[in-house]
């Protein structure tokens, strides 16, 4: 799979997720944590297209549209986001490569 289909993927991850925690603040006024969640997530979208090689080389041998574990682990990633220290898009990367890791292995 190619690195721009990884990017599709990544920003439509982070465009969802921030929609939905948008919801999640209107429920919540009080809880900053989605507040957080939000501009992190909106500057991950933002920052994505430019994905560097390096950040690609991380999470390629996992990619591919149609994995269960891509999605899965992706969507855990994503919604940690705002609530635990993933504040740059290359600890977004690093965390879900990690993931993406686990559970192949725990898979295997």
Known sequence: MSKI??????????DRTKRWREGVLQKWPDD???LRAIAFLRRFSDE????????WETVAG???WASDNWHQSLS?????????????????????????????????
């Open 5 to 14: 289909d990884c990017i599709k993927s990544l920003k439509y991850s982070f």
């Open 48 to 55: 994505i297209p430019n994905m560097s090689e390096a950040q």
């Open 76 to 108: 855990l990633v994503t919604r940690r986001v705002g609530y635990c220290p993933i504040t740059t898009l290359d600890m977004f990367i690093g965390n879900l490569a990690l993931v993406l890791s686990q559970n192949a292995k725990a898979a295997a």
């Open 32 to 34: 900053t944590r989605n």
């Open 62 to 64: 996992h990619f591919h």
